[in-house]
């Protein structure tokens, strides 16, 4: 498994914007990381962990939550084995703990769940949305 680490969080206040990294350095220049889809998750306290956004290895696939539609995009820069969670617009609703998981093959009804079966994560970055 490979190890994912997030970075990014903190507070922002409602309306404002923010954006994730995920950073995954037991990939070897980006070559490995190139066969992965990236996924990004969040939990809030007391809540199940839900499916905000993945992404495919060759980005020709990405998906998004209502929630995460319109307002956040997910991106990746494989030679530098990164991926980007640009949250803008930010509401309290989206305060939460956000991991990033990898695995080998892209689905939406991954995605869309709580993604344990997602090969390898993170082990979250705190986002606050408060004023």
């Known amino acids: 498994q490979a190890q994912l680490v997030e970075s990014g969080g903190g507070l922002v206040q409602p309306g404002g914007s923010m954006t994730l990294s995920c950073a995954a350095p037991?990939?070897?220049?980006?070559?490995?990381?190139?066969?992965?889809?990236i996924g990004w998750f969040r939990q809030a306290p007391g809540k199940e962990r839900e499916g905000v956004s993945c992404?495919?290895?060759?980005?020709?696939?990405?998906w998004y939550s209502d929630s995460a539609e319109g307002r956040f995009t997910i991106s990746r820069d494989n030679a530098n084995s990164l991926v980007y969670l640009q949250m803008n617009s930010l509401k309290t609703e989206d305060a939460a703990v956000y991991y990033c998981?990898?695995?080998?093959?892209?689905?939406?009804?991954?995605?869309?769940?709580?993604?344990?079966?997602?090969?390898?994560w993170g082990h979250g970055t705190l986002v606050t949305v408060s004023s």
């Open positions: 998981a990898a695995d080998l093959y892209f689905s939406m009804p991954r995605c869309n769940s709580p993604g344990q079966s997602m090969e390898s």
């Open positions: 037991g990939f070897a220049s980006g070559y490995i990381m190139d066969y992965y889809a």
């Open positions: 992404i495919a290895n060759d980005e020709d696939l990405i």
